[in-house]
């Protein structure tokens, strides 16, 4: 196996997922808002949900998933209204006393919450194969491909974790108090032109 394709593919995906987006904007909030434990089991729905990606990516299986317009139009659509009714979500607690947002963001099934974001979004198994495709060529071997994924799917966990881990600090947690209405208002934003972006490129394949 080639080690310094490794690194390239390895490099390539550490900066994909450590770059903001969605997954690492809510990963965030939810620590900030509901504590370290919360955030954790969040982030480890996103980090699962990273993973099946990878998984399907690195099987060939994402080559099936992007040829079948019929199922990305579908898929993305309903990718799209997951991101819309989260940013519905964050926009609520804009005007909610922040001792009802605690005790309503507590509730939730948060690693399933993760899971289903990162599964609802099909751009994950493109960013997937794009990473993939940097280092290894034909000459890979099915070992080869096997530990990249597993690697990669590693830093997706520790990229999460770190996210929960910052962002739960009690100085984090104090500055999205003070600024709880602003920054829930701008998560709702990044979700809702998302959402917004996913459907209308759905659309686009119609």
Not at 33 to 60: E, H, I, P, Q
Not at 146 to 151: K, M, S, W
């Amino acid at each position: 196996m080639d080690m310094n394709g490794l690194l390239a593919t390895l490099l390539a995906f550490f900066v994909v997922t450590v770059s903001p987006g969605p997954a690492n904007i809510a990963v965030a909030a939810v620590s900030a808002s509901a504590g370290r434990r919360t955030g954790m089991l969040f982030g480890l729905g996103l980090a699962v949900g990273l993973a099946f990606w990878g998984v399907v990516a690195a099987t060939g299986l994402g080559f099936v998933l992007q040829s079948t317009a019929q199922f990305l139009v579908v898929f993305k659509v309903a990718g799209g209204a997951y991101l819309l009714w989260l940013a519905y979500s964050a926009a609520k607690t804009v005007m909610r006393p922040v001792s009802n947002t605690r005790v309503i963001e507590k509730r939730g099934h948060w690693f399933w919450r993760g899971l289903v974001l990162n599964i609802s979004n099909p751009k994950a198994v493109v960013a997937w194969m794009a990473a993939l495709s940097v280092g290894l060529g034909d000459n890979g071997g099915g070992v080869g491909l096997g530990l990249t994924t597993g690697i990669c799917a590693l830093i997706g966990v520790v990229n999460y974790m770190g996210h929960a881990v910052i962002f739960s600090t009690q100085r984090a947690m104090r500055i999205y108090s003070r600024g709880r209405r602003w920054i829930n208002g701008l998560v709702a934003v990044v979700f809702a032109v998302a959402g917004i972006g996913l459907i209308r490129s759905a659309l686009a394949r119609v």
